[in-house]
């Protein structure tokens, strides 16, 4: 080992270190471990070299030419200036199918933030209406949307809504459909006026065979009524004081179908202390992991006749778990949308 006069070592290795920093900011990493290493074997052959014995030099010499080719190669490369491009097809399959996956991942999570940020969070009252509400996307990006918006008389506009299928594509067309609603509602409240607007935006953004249908219902709290339509959507239902289950049936074709569409939009009255339930396919169709029994529409009846009474909040909350202690911890297959609306 070579072995520095005490007044030389600490010039020599401060100047080592500098030099090896100089290495690592106009290289790499590599290039500074290539010559850290080189310096080590150099310094330790040096003795070697100096000792006069024949043998030993020899060694040494061994040592430093062994080290001495590989750098000057490596020199050779980086004065070279030469910059080698790796081109996708140089990763490994195995390497470019997790980087897909990961891109994908990122992109999805993008996606549902987006989503996330559009779908409103609903306050637990609007308009003296009691309001309780779920959404649950099947994956990152889903197709069921929902909205709850006070006009300027007073009245509730609510609506639940589910694009076909769910991902991204599906998500992009949620997302126009419910700014189309909310923009909509604000212009022109009407049954016929909001159908009409949202299957036309639809049926001219949406690509071929992607649907979407809709349940709108308009409240008024003063009078107790209620003007509702569907478009292909589950009809809601109503839950009286006594228990009483009624489903408010007011049927069309879905959205996007054809160019035009025509509802009829039906009118009830209602009692202080109903129950007005909005919920998406995803209710019906939940089932346990490896079984074709779904929840279906008896037992979610059942399940409504004993919310008789409840506020909204409760009454959301017993039904979600129902339907918990049916499908179990099974990941949902279709986006889960229900809200819940409560009578002054």
């Known amino acids: 080992m070579l072995v520095l006069p005490f007044a030389w070592a600490l010039p020599f290795w401060l100047s ?16 500074t471990l290539v010559a850290s290493y080189t310096a080590r074997v150099v310094l330790g052959a040096m003795p070697l070299l100096r000792s006069g014995h024949p043998g030993f030099e020899l ?42 996956r990961e891109r994908q991942r990122v992109e999805l999570e993008t996606a549902r933030n987006i989503q996330s940020s559009i779908l409103p969070e609903l306050p637990a009252s609007l308009c003296g209406f009691e309001l309780a509400y779920t959404y649950r996307p099947a994956t990152e990006v889903g197709g069921d949307f929902y909205d709850a918006l006070p006009l300027a008389d007073g009245r509730l506009a609510v609506a639940v809504g589910d694009v076909a299928g769910h991902g991204v594509s599906s998500g992009l067309v949620m ?13 022109d409240p009407r049954v016929e006026a909001v159908f009409a607007t949202l299957n036309r935006l639809v049926h001219q ?6 649907l979407a249908t809709l349940c709108y219902a308009v409240v008024d709290p003063v009078r107790r009524t209620l003007e509702l339509a569907s478009a292909g959507h589950l009809s809601p239902y109503r839950v009286t004081g006594a228990g009483r289950v009624e489903a408010l049936e007011a049927g069309a074709y879905p959205l ?10 039906r009118r009830a009255s209602l009692e202080p202390g109903d129950l007005l339930v909005l919920f998406s ?6 089932r346990p992991g490896g079984s074709d029994d779904l929840y279906g529409f008896e037992r979610f009846e059942r399940s409504l006749a004993r919310q008789a009474g409840r506020s909204a909040a409760a009454a959301r909350d017993a039904l979600l778990a129902d339907l918990l202690a049916h499908t179990g911890d099974a990941p949902g297959e279709d986006d889960l949308t229900l809200l819940v609306l409560r009578l002054p």
């Open 175 to 187: 997302s126009m459909a419910r700014a189309a609603l909310a923009v909509q509602v604000a212009h």
């Open 256 to 265: 996007g179908v054809r160019a035009e569409i025509e509802v009829r939009a």
């Open 16 to 31: 080592w270190a500098g030099v090896l920093v100089f290495v690592f900011l106009r290289y790499d990493l590599l290039a």
């Open 59 to 100: 060694q040494g010499a061994i040592a430093v030419v062994t080290c001495a080719l590989p750098l000057l190669l490596a020199l050779r490369h980086l004065l070279s200036g030469e910059e080698y491009v790796y081109r996708w097809d140089d990763v490994p399959p195995h390497v470019r199918r997790i980087a897909e």
């Open 205 to 210: 953004s949406a690509r071929k065979r992607l």
């Open 281 to 286: 396919d995803g209710v019906i169709e939940a």
